[in-house]
């Protein structure tokens, strides 16, 4: 679905992965480990300034970010322009002060493969 008819296991992957997390345990790096797969396999960048976050069960849903006002925060700490998450998060985003968000540009997807695709570049 994601990549058509591209054959995956043809390919060799080396993927740099960078937590920016205070314990940098990588935790809920599951959707951006399926960007760089799948942007590598089509042969399509991401887009610059864009953190992408979301973890991924094994099932391949979509798991709730435990806080997202901290994710947002980070990102800007970070001179993030893009800030890509679950739409889940967006109630509690609510909580993240004006200042911020004039700071950061925040978008949502709804599944895994709206986020991968909001995170390459056309």
């Known amino acids: ?17 960078r937590p920016f997390d205070a314990d940098t345990s990588g935790a809920g790096l599951g959707l951006p480990v399926l960007v760089a797969c799948v942007g590598g396999l089509l042969e399509r960048s991401t ?4 953190i992408v976050v979301g973890p991924l069960n094994l ?3 979509i798991e709730t970010i435990p806080n997202p006002v901290a994710v ?3 990102a800007v700490d ?3 322009a893009t800030l890509l998450m ?3 998060a967006r109630r509690s985003l609510n909580d993240l002060p004006d200042d911020l968000w004039t ?3 925040v978008e949502f997807y709804s599944d895994p493969a709206d986020g991968v695709f909001k995170a390459l570049l056309e």
């Open 78 to 80: 970070k001179q993030a």
């Open 103 to 105: 700071k950061i540009n």
């Open 1 to 17: 679905m994601l990549i058509g008819d591209r054959d995956s296991r043809a390919h060799e992957y080396t993927i740099q992965l």
């Open 59 to 61: 099932g391949g849903s």
């Open 72 to 74: 947002a925060e980070l």
């Open 47 to 50: 887009r610059g300034g864009t």
């Open 86 to 88: 679950p739409v889940s």
